[in-house]
């Protein structure tokens, strides 16, 4: 009788575990279109218009995943499991959509590349970045495919990625201490400050003009 009670504690166990994987599984999957979206300014950038496609796809598999998943746990019964991976996935697939991912990527790469950003800033106040706008061979890097930057007036604007819009969006150094207020009005852009002087711009729209 205790040899059965131990199967039946053992055979729970492993139907526990099951569970606990194909929840891991499911999740992992929603991670993997988190990803696909904090790094799309990357994947834009190498991909352009087929990043619609890589989202596509990451969808996708996230939600085949998602109803295999809930469907054996259903069929096995284990109702609980199945009403938490449907509730998990509901969840996940609303934070995605909500989230702004440009936001977490311009701070978090200039975070990553700030000695570089504070080197390319101290040449710009100084005169000292070549006047093609050519950086240095070291800090090309932070230039979408190694483009040149943008001079101005002690002011450099560092092309990260050419958006669906058709413009250039990316790191812009000595915009004016308002620029947060100022963008969408004067430029036709988003834009926020990271510090040392750097800030996000990102197109909005194309202005229109007229015929």
Known sequence: MGSLEDHEVLASRKRRWATVGLLVAVSLT???VAVTHLFGIWVWSHLGHWT???YGLAW???????????????RT??????GMVVALS?????TIAQIDWTRPFAYGYYRIHRSDFLAVAALARTGQLDPT???????QHLAVNGDPFTLGSHAVFVPTWTGPAGGP?????????????DCRSRWNVR?????DGWSWMEIVAIPQTAP
């Open 60 to 74: 996708l598999v996230a939600a085949t995943v998602t109803a295999l998943v809930a469907v054996r746990l259903g």
């Open 169 to 181: 969006t990316g790191y812009a150094y000595g915009l004016p201490a308002d620029a947060d207020m």
């Open 90 to 94: 509901a969840v996940s697939a609303l």
């Open 133 to 139: 706008g050519h950086p240095a061979a070291e800090l």
């Open 77 to 82: 019964r284990r109702f609980v499991g199945a």
């Open 52 to 54: 619609r496609g890589a």
């Open 191 to 195: 834009c926020w400050t990271l510090g």
């Open 30 to 32: 929603w991670e993997m």
